[in-house]
């Protein structure tokens, strides 16, 4: 329903209010980059011999943030600014920049439930460009622009054009204006990240209240079987995507808007095993939409039938037999860890759509989760994790170490300044007297 009667006296905004009141519908047929542009180069990376610029990673801060605001006219559809230096204008030496995406829509239909996954499609947007590789989300991404790419004369005003037409194309149904702000200044950034990680924590706080057993329907995501053909992510309310992108209740909201998208409702139907967190037609679902590579699917366990990883896991949970417990360990860290790999090594043999028992690609926020490999014995397993990553969890970690029955669990967990290898990991969990050496056999 639209109104019978608006009036708009600025004569230069009567266009765009004509088309906002009779609910038409902007569709971009093309998007105009200088760059080839199809979902099928969403696999692509950028190697370091490529390299014009990267953002993020190890290399920069790097975040993106999508806002829906409430004010028609906070918006202005197209609308693009850069503040800062582009990608033709780098510091001699350097291949890097810091990078904020700051987008804000408006639709009469958005919702801020909305606004997560729609934040979420900045990944596979950027993606879709030749020579434009994109990983990761919210304040933990890296973007890198090829030589190529920037020779053909793609830049960051691009990174506009593709998500305005993008969103435009995809979300018509929700967004009526979009308009896109790039910072490329540490000090810019330093500021607007403040607002940001608020956001992100306020959307991970709606969903910690939830249990898995508060409700009958959880949700596939299928979106990363563009590069991982077999892989379906199973997310539940204490369980989230392994990207992080992707909680219970994004992809409830991904699902409204999207009925026939990749995030679809599935009836848990009968439990088959509550210690594995087994349910019937979670199972049946896996196995149509795995192409009968997997037949089951344990949300619980990191032994028997975990869940496929893609690539985009956040974090990576491994075991080590020796300790017999689990070690974690994120995408930030370089060093090697106590099972004699890299992440980098590590992600190689754990990716790909394949269950690889004892291995497991997970989101940061599912190892704070009560159901976190609880069919292993739950946080009592953990017996290493890198300095960062623990102080990245902080106090929600402290609390629900306490919660464990292991009042100094948080103190035993041993990390990369006390042991790299299993030798020294094993004699420090000697020493403090870890609960996983006294439980149950892992193997
Ligand atoms: Fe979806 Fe899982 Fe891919 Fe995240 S990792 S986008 S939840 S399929
Ligand atoms: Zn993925």
Redesign the pocket.
């Known amino acids: 329903m639209f109104e019978a009667l608006v009036t708009e006296k600025d004569y230069k905004k009567i266009p765009s209010k004509c088309i906002l009141t009779r609910g038409i519908k902007v569709k971009m047929s093309e998007v105009a980059v200088p760059v080839s542009y199809a979902a099928a180069f969403e696999g692509e990376r950028v190697r370091r011999e490529q390299l014009h610029v990267e953002f993020g990673g190890k290399a920069s801060t790097a975040f993106e943030y999508l806002t829906a605001k409430s004010k028609e006219d906070e918006v202005e559809d197209g609308k693009f600014e850069l503040i800062g230096p582009d990608i033709d204008q780098l510091p001699a030496t350097s291949k890097s920049l810091p990078l904020a995406i700051i987008v804000d829509v408006y639709g009469r239909k958005m919702q801020k439930d909305f606004e997560p996954v729609l934040e979420?499609q900045i990944?596979r947007f950027m993606n879709y460009a030749m020579g434009i590789m994109h990983v990761g989300q919210r304040d933990m991404k890296w973007v890198r622009i090829s030589k190529d790419a920037f020779e053909k004369g793609f830049r960051l005003k691009h990174v506009g054009v593709i998500l305005h037409a993008m969103l435009h194309q995809e979300y018509s149904a929700i967004v009526d204006k979009i308009q896109v702000k790039l910072y490329t200044k540490q000090e810019d950034i330093d500021k607007l990240l403040v607002a940001a990680k608020k956001t992100y924590e306020e959307r991970d706080e709606r969903i910690s209240g939830m249990s898995d057993e508060s409700v009958d329907t959880y949700y596939s995501?299928?979106?990363?079987?563009s590069f991982a053909p077999n892989?379906?992510?199973i997310?539940t309310p204490e369980r989230?995507?392994?990207?992080?992108?992707?909680s219970w209740l994004d992809?409830k909201a991904s699902f409204e808007i999207t009925p026939t998208g990749?995030?679809q409702p599935i009836l848990k139907g009968r439990t088959v095993d509550q210690r594995l967190g087994q349910w019937d037609n979670v199972n049946d679902f896996v196995k149509q939409r795995s192409n009968k590579t997997i037949d089951k699917v344990s949300m619980y366990s990191l032994m028997d039938s975990p869940q496929s990883s893609?690539g985009?896991?956040e974090c990576i949970v491994a075991i080590i037999p020796e300790a017999n417990g689990v070690m974690v360990v994120h995408r930030d860290y370089s060093g090697i860890t106590p099972c004699g790999m890299s992440f980098t090594t590590l992600a190689g043999s754990v990716g790909g759509g394949v269950q690889t028992p004892g291995f497991l690609?997970v989101?940061k926020l599912y190892i704070l989760s009560k159901k976190f490999i609880l069919a292993e014995g739950g946080l009592k397993r953990l017996v290493w994790m890198p300095k960062e990553l623990k102080e990245l969890l902080g106090d929600k970690l402290r609390k629900c170490c306490q919660e464990s029955g292991q009042p100094d669990l948080w103190d035993k967990i041993a990390d990369e300044t006390v042991a790299t290898t299993s030798e020294e990991l094993i004699s420090f969990l000697t020493k403090v007297g870890h609960p996983a050496l006294e439980m149950e056999a892992l193997v």
Request: hydrophobic share 35%.
């Open positions: 979420r990944h995501c299928l979106l990363c079987q892989h379906v992510c997310v989230l995507g392994l990207c992080g992108a992707y992809a990749p995030n893609c985009c896991f690609g989101g």
